[in-house]
Every structure is written in structure tokens, then in C-alpha cells.
């Protein structure tokens, strides 16, 4: 499959309106910059990597739902949920808020599941269903204190289509406290057999599968997860070590204007033998890794890049790698305030 590289920029005086009009329960008309995303994403064979530069205010946020609408556009479902990568995990909650007050206006705030245990009850199957209904039976103040810790990190809407479909909508929050929280509910209600962040993950990544997710993350957790390198100090030195290479490398072609460039040294290097030394791993390590990317294996949106800096900017380079070697990975964003991040090398 071809990469296409796509920029454009969006003058920060005027934002055009589109004509194009997204219904749900209630409608949103797109700016043009949304409308010409959406293009993007509905053409669902090529890979793309696209540079998007628009004002703080414009609606960039808005762009981490542009392939539902590519769902809803095209009649059937090419994309099961979008990535939001964020500088901090600040930014991410905040941003994570704006989206739910988006979905409340688009789908009804009466079709949002009341908490994180009702939204995991009634998208997570029957059998999870009689587990939870048990542990809050039988261990209520338990399972009300693991709750409190979730509900804020993980939502859930229901959109029922106009051919009576019903169509799942999840938030989540993914720092190592929401995964923990997630953990010790599942475990505590016995969905899950240890207490185990990874088992976890591999809960949302395949239990809920069959709904659109969004996941707001900040650039090193999923990368530091990917590469299994909590603990593994040897591990985390390899992995920094490709990264500052690599973010020596797009400074460089960044400070010739030539990140197109860049993006293609990249991807030559993604062989079997670049895999093996210079990051010290196999294909297979790699693909037992698989499941992971049934959670996180979805269109990314890098946002606020002009806020990245130090081990975050690193940590892109490195989790950028890894989503352009993911071949299922079809869209990737790269968002940005400003139309350039000045940049001096030394």
C-alpha cells in the first residue's frame, strides 16, 4: 500500500465554512478544513499522512470523530475508532471533555451510559454483564470505589442509526492510573483472571471491539507499552536511542523545509534487518504484541505539535515508527497551532 504525505494550513483569520452537513441525532456543518479531512478519510485504501495547521479554537478536536463520519458516509464501518496523542495528560482529559460535550450535542445527552460500569455492562457481553451485576451485588463498596476511579476516564453513548442500528461509542482516558482503575475492576469482578494493566487493555481491545473507541493518550505511554518497556531499563535505552536518532534526523530534513523527505528515509528503513538492530527486537516479539494494536492500531491524531518538547517530541519520532510499520494504520494526523515549529540544531 502507497503513503501519500499531505499538507495544508489554515489561516488563522478566517476559518471557511463547508456545505457539508454531518447528521447524527443532531447535525454539525464542517469548516472546510474538516470537510477536506473527511475526503481523506473516505478514500479507505490509501495510507496517509497528512500535516494539519489550523488556530487554536478552529475545530481540530472535531477531526478525532471524522471517521465515524466516514462510517456513517460511506454505510459500513472502515474505522473503529481514532487515537488522540496529546503533549501532556492534561491536555488529553481537556480534550477528552470537548469531545464528550460534542457527542452529547451529536448523539443526546439522554443516550450516554451513566458511568463507567454501566457502559462496560451493557457493551461488554452477557457474561460480563452477570459478573458486574454480582460484584456490585455481592462487594458493592468495592466495586463503587473502583468505579469512581474510572468514570471519569471512560464514557460511553449509544447512537441508534436511522435503520434502527445501534451504534457504540466509547471514551477513554489512557494513562497508567485509568488502566489501573480498569484493572482492579475487572479483576475485582473476576472478568479478568490477574491483576493485570495489560489484560486490561486486551479487555477493551477485543471484548469491546465491535464499538467506535476513541483513546486519549500522551505520546510515551502507548509507545513505552508497545515496546514493553516499563521496568526494562535496557529496553527503554534502546528505544530512546532510535528515537533521538530518528529526531536528529527529522530536526535535520525540518530545518531544510524537506520533512517529506524525512518521511520517506523512514519508511526505507522499516526492513526486517533495521527491525533486528536498531531496535533490537524480532518480527515475532513484534507480533505478539498484535492484540495491542486492536486498541491503539486505529487513525492517529497527533495534536498541539507545537507543543511537543524533550522525551514527548522523542517519543513521537518513536510511536510514529511504529504506527507507519503498523500497515493496518491507514490515516495518521499531525496537527499543530502554528504553521512552523522553529527548530535550531547545534
Given at each position: ?19 457539508k452537513?454531518?447528521?447524527?441525532k ?17 478514500d479507505?485504501?490509501?495510507?496517509d ?7 487554536t ?10 471517521p ?6 460511506l454505510?459500513?464501518?472502515?474505522y473503529?475508532?481514532a487515537?488522540?496523542?496529546?503533549p501532556?495528560?492534561?491536555?488529553a482529559?481537556d ?7 460534542m ?14 460500569v454501566?457502559?462496560?455492562?451493557a ?7 452477570k459478573?458486574?451485576?454480582?460484584y456490585?451485588n ?9 468505579a469512581?476511579k474510572?468514570d ?5 453513548w449509544v447512537?441508534?442509526t ?14 497508567s492510573?485509568?488502566?489501573?482503575a ?6 475485582g ?6 491483576l493485570?494493566?495489560?489484560r486490561?487493555?486486551?479487555?477493551l ?6 464499538c ?11 509507545y513505552l507499552?508497545?515496546g514493553r ?16 536518532r530518528?529526531?536528529a ?25 533495521a527491525?533486528?538492530?536498531v ?11 498484535k492484540?495491542?494494536?486492536g486498541l491503539y492500531?486505529?487513525p492517529?491524531f ?15 519520532v518513536?510511536?510514529?515508527?511504529a ?12 496537527s ?8 535550531r540544531i547545534?
Open positions: 500500500m502507497s503513503s501519500k504525505f499531505i499538507q495544508f494550513f489554515t489561516p488563522p483569520l478566517y476559518i471557511e465554512e463547508s456545505d452537513r454531518v447528521r447524527l443532531g447535525y454539525i456543518r464542517l469548516r472546510g478544513f474538516q470537510h477536506e479531512l473527511l475526503k481523506i478519510f473516505m479507505t485504501e490509501s495510507k499522512v497528512v500535516l494539519l495547521s489550523a488556530p479554537g478552529a475545530g481540530k478536536t472535531l477531526t478525532l470523530l471524522l465515524l463520519f466516514a462510517n456513517l458516509e454505510g459500513e464501518a472502515h473503529y475508532g487515537v488522540g496523542i496529546y501532556s495528560r492534561e491536555l482529559k480534550q477528552m471533555a470537548s469531545v464528550a460535550n457527542l452529547d450535542a451529536l448523539i443526546g445527552e439522554e443516550q450516554k451510559l451513566s458511568g463507567a454501566e457502559a462496560l455492562r457493551l461488554g457481553g452477557s457474561e460480563v454483564r459478573l458486574l451485576e454480582k456490585e455481592e462487594r458493592g463498596e468495592e466495586c463503587e470505589k473502583a469512581r474510572l471519569e476516564c471512560l464514557m460511553a447512537y441508534t436511522e435503520d434502527g442500528r445501534e451504534l457504540p461509542v466509547i471514551l477513554f482516558l489512557s494513562t492510573d485509568s488502566v489501573e480498569l484493572a482492579a475492576l475487572l479483576h469482578a473476576g472478568i479478568i483472571e490477574e493485570s494493566n495489560m486490561a487493555l486486551e479487555f481491545a477485543t471484548r469491546l471491539a465491535s467506535y473507541r476513541v483513546i486519549f493518550a500522551v505520546p510515551e505511554y502507548p507499552l508497545a518497556a516499563y521496568g526494562e531499563f535496557h529496553a527503554i535505552g534502546a528505544w530512546l536511542r532510535v528515537a533521538l530518528e529526531l534526523s527529522l530536526l535535520a530534513h525540518y530545518e531544510r523545509g524537506d520533512l517529506e523527505g524525512w518521511f520517506e528515509a523512514l519508511l526505507r528503513k522499516m526492513s526486517r534487518q527491525i533486528r538492530d531496535l533490537q527486537t524480532t518480527r515475532e516479539e513484534v507480533g505478539r504484541l492484540w495491542l494494536f492500531g486505529l492517529v497527533f495534536d498541539e505539535f507545537h507543543l511537543y518538547s524533550g522525551f514527548s517530541l522523542a517519543s513521537f518513536s510511536l510514529l515508527y504506527y507507519l510499520r503498523e500497515g493496518a494504520v491507514r490515516k495518521i494526523v499531525i499543530s497551532a502554528t504553521p512552523r515549529k522553529i527548530v547545534r
